[in-house]
């Protein structure tokens, strides 16, 4: 696996761990508790970096292009 | 007749011409059925997968969920199903892509060859899917019974027996072309409704304010304990590298870049709308409705108090999009497990009869006995399906965390695990579940916990077996070291 990939998941993992620690949900932030922000942040930002690093990286446009 | 009623009955049609127009390339060939052709581009792909993924549960259910449990509890369980794309993109989009047959059981099969899993992954597929579709045709129901005024056993039939029809002779192709019209409707209607409650209101902010000031269990997670949250949120991170009506769209693409771009492109899509019904319209109907007694009934009563009748009748045709483009899928995927995987998992006999008449039978007979898997599957979900279930998403969920349990481990310790046997699939597929259904079913288990018991027991087994077990043939290696080879 790419390291890139690693990192990747890793953070994924990082960020849903942080939010279901208790001090996430225990901590109100405005209307939600911060375990909800979380939540959507990753939402949002989980496609959006896997967009960009797939859009970037040279390797796997070599796969689509070896495979037409 | 009004407004609403003929342009649900404009959209019906509109399936049933894209099914009829289909069928002559579906029924040419095995590639052309289950995986149309593997022509399909990108951005084609992208609303595919999303309108896939986005069932009834996924506008219906969702804002249900959290008009009933809260803000945090519905991002819970659909940030999970968000994560498993990433997850499919990076684990399983490429290597299954590159593998290039037609279904989850294929490769399954391929990595642990032995008649037992060749039967136990077809069977788990199609009760969690039966499950599923039974959740689909509430919401579907539901929908016409609100905004039609139609008897909720009329309106589950004609919406059913329209779906049925256009996948069992169109096959992939037929639901590919009606899945990217219903997602963009889906993403027209929800992301619409939520723009204009949200113009109303001022700003979002302005309308998370007073809905969690009016309700403050809106904005809570008091409701459920942990491992309801945590299991909802790992059911749909891991369902989505192996649940088979998504996979069955990877093999659609033209190549493995372009399965693993659909996938994130339909991801992004989702979450705006995901986002636009649990931040805008959940919220302001909670403020609207305070005292719903079906809470899946929320964006229906906002639909029908706060806009006009054209807008109402997109909203029908929206959640029946939502229902369909997603039942569509899970019947294909069931009709795949039956006629593909379980009674010909190797296509057309290698012997055709000499006679021609009986030659031609022979070759169109699994043909016709996928259509005839459809109709039996779709028949016997209506069925259940008027009795429904209440709260959509939880109960489809819970019947993902039985396919999820089975299937994972399995999946990914075959891509990614060189040591990974038939000892340690076997053992991990059949481990999964068990430990799931016992958990499940064990009084005072939190809602949807058991797979956090059950994806440890899986991985446990799969281990065990690997580590005890002989090591996989050589060619099978040999195989899987290709699926990951991107120059190969």
Known sequence: ?68 | MTVEHYIGLAYLAGCILVGLLASRTAAGSRDEYWVAGRRIGTAVNSLAIMAALASGGSIIGVMGLTYAQGIPASLALFTGAIIGFPLASVLVAGPLRRFGRFTITDFLRFRYPHPAVALIVPILIVVSFTVYIVAQMKAAGITAAVLLGLDYEVALTLATLVFILYVSIGGMIAVTWTDVFQGALMLLVVIGAAAALVWQAGSPAAILRDATAAAPALGTLRDQPLGSYLGSFVIWATAIPIIPHIVMRVFTARDARGARLSLNIAMMMYAVMILAGVMAIAPMGRMMFPDLADADLVFLRVMETSFPPIFRGLAVAAVMAAVMSTTDALLLACSSAIAHDLLYPGGFAPRPPLHARSRRLHTTAPHWVAVAAAWVVGLTAMGLAYSPPALISQFYTAAIGLLTAGLFVPTIAGLWWRRANLAGGLAALVAGPAAYLVVHFTPGAPPLSAILVALPASALAMWAGGRFGSAPPAAIIARIAELHDVEG
């Open chain 1, 1 to 68: 696996m790419p390291r890139g990939d690693r990192w990747y998941l890793a953070g994924l993992v990082l960020v849903a761990v942080i939010a279901f620690l208790p001090a996430s949900r225990a901590t109100q932030v405005g209307p939600l508790p911060l375990f909800g922000w979380l939540m959507a942040g990753l939402m949002v930002a989980a496609p959006l970096v896997a967009l960009v690093r797939l859009l970037t990286d040279r390797a796997s446009r070599a796969d689509g292009d070896a495979r037409r």
